[in-house]
């Protein structure tokens, strides 16, 4: 037994949060734990080439590293606690999905522009178009799959108004979004 939790706490965990996650909310807790540990590792294994891309288009490289790094994180730590249930995990995994959407639609509103500004080999659009049409549509579900009265009680949220806070959620990460293209412009 571990010195952080008591035998009751770990009793109730397992009686009372175990049985009620619907299981919609492992699965999705277990991608963005692997997801965000993903980012995180890729991050660290591809450290020279994102200096140098954070050079080509301005960036600082600290700015651009933790930036990364706070998005592997969020994800991570977002899954963790959907499997604890924690009330918070659900704010940040509507804030991770609702953020990973709008980069998405900005990518596809900005791919004829994306290639010139990195230097890289042109391909063709249309692959890009599909394959960030399909994470817009992933993300959307999994938010949309966030706000369902099941998962909203299990993490008790629903007194909370689920839909504006999506809204928001979009607005707020759709400015964030919009002003680093802006910057990178």
């Known amino acids: 037994m571990s010195d952080?939790?008591?035998k009751k706490e770990v009793e109730d965990y397992v009686t009372?949060?175990?049985?009620?996650?619907?299981?919609?909310?492992?699965?999705?807790?277990?991608?963005?734990?692997?997801?965000?540990?993903?980012?995180?590792?890729?991050?660290?294994?591809?450290l020279n080439a994102l200096n140098e891309a954070s050079t080509l288009v301005g960036i600082c490289r600290g700015?651009?590293?933790?930036?990364?790094?706070?998005?592997?994180?969020?994800?991570?730590?977002?899954?963790?606690?959907m499997l604890f249930g924690k009330k918070w995990a659900w704010?940040?995994?509507?804030?991770y999905f609702t953020y990973e959407t709008m980069r998405y639609t900005c990518a596809?509103?900005?791919?004829?522009?994306?290639?010139?500004?990195?230097?890289?080999?042109?391909?063709?659009?249309?692959?890009?178009?599909v394959k960030y049409g399909m994470r817009i549509i992933w993300n959307l579900l999994f938010t949309l799959f966030m706000c369902r009265s099941k998962v909203t009680v299990f993490f008790q949220t629903s007194e909370s108004n689920k839909w504006r806070a999506c809204i928001v959620l979009f607005?707020?990460?759709g400015v964030m979004v919009g002003i680093g293209w802006w910057l990178i412009r």
């Open 16 to 46: 009372n949060v175990v049985f009620e996650r619907p299981l919609g909310v492992s699965i999705s807790a277990i991608l963005l734990i692997f997801n965000g540990a993903l980012l995180l590792v890729t991050q660290l294994l591809t």
């Open 4 to 6: 952080l939790y008591t």
């Open 171 to 173: 607005f707020i990460n």
């Open 108 to 129: 596809i509103l900005f791919i004829p522009d994306v290639p010139p500004t990195l230097g890289g080999v042109q391909l063709n659009p249309a692959l890009y178009y």
């Open 63 to 81: 700015m651009f590293q933790g930036f990364i790094a706070l998005l592997g994180l969020a994800g991570t730590t977002a899954g963790v606690g």
């Open 91 to 95: 704010w940040l995994a509507v804030f």
